[in-house]
């Protein structure tokens, strides 16, 4: 057995059971090992991670319930962490929310491993809907979140759809770090985007 997996353990159920960092770090670290390898998601099978890592597939399922929830998490440990909002203001929220896409799209270009598994996520119907419902909405949520806030602190017209407005922030990051891979992401370009919507967004006497 490897000290990997002599973590003190408990009889009953796993709920509640202490998370040891150190073990999930190692395991995580295996798949990454695994995709710098070159291996497909697809062939990144739990036994194998586990040989990897030096731990019992028992020790993985205690932490995740498969594959699909484990790589949810190795894409967060390869992604910038989500930020914190300030609070202040809606404009300085959006800014933040809109410098953590920026800097997702500049690790994404700059990390073998997410470029080849973002990719190959798509090809997998169950990681796409573990990443989109564990990830993907709940940024959205708080992005919306932001937004109403806004409205009603008088921010925003009250006429403003949410949601809409939501796809118009989000839009030009999203051009430009999907579907324009190539294009500049300077510095400034949170701000510049922000500002430039609020502009027209702001109430007439605001």
């Known amino acids: 057995m490897s000290p990997a997996d002599t973590e003190p353990r408990q009889d009953g159920p796993a709920r509640g059971r202490p998370r040891s960092e150190a073990v999930e770090h190692a395991i995580i670290e295996a798949v990454m090992t695994l995709l710098e390898d070159g291996l497909p998601l697809a062939e ?6 586990a040989r990897t890592a030096g731990v019992g597939k028992a020790t993985i399922y205690r932490r995740w319930s498969g594959k699909e929830e484990l790589f949810v998490d190795v894409l967060r440990a390869a992604e910038p962490p989500d930020p914190e909002l300030p609070g202040t203001s809606m404009r300085d929220d959006l800014v933040v929310l809109l410098e953590a896409l920026r800097r997702r799209g500049l690790a994404g270009r700059n990390s073998a ?3 080849h598994a973002r990719a190959q996520m798509k090809s997998s119907p169950n990681l796409w809907a573990a990443y989109h419902n564990t990830v993907i909405l709940p940024r959205r949520r708080l992005g ?10 008088g921010e925003l017209r009250t006429d403003v759809d949410i ?6 922030v989000v839009g030009p990051l999203l051009v430009r770090t999907v579907l324009r891979p190539d294009a500049d992401l300077p510095d400034d370009l949170a701000e510049r985007v922000v500002d430039t919507l609020l502009q027209g967004l702001r109430p007439a006497n605001g």
């Open 113 to 115: 491993i997410l470029h």
């Open 44 to 49: 990144i099978s739990v036994e194998r991670v």
């Open 163 to 168: 949601e809409l407005l939501n796809d118009i």
């Open 144 to 153: 919306l979140e932001v937004l109403r806030r806004g409205r009603e602190n």
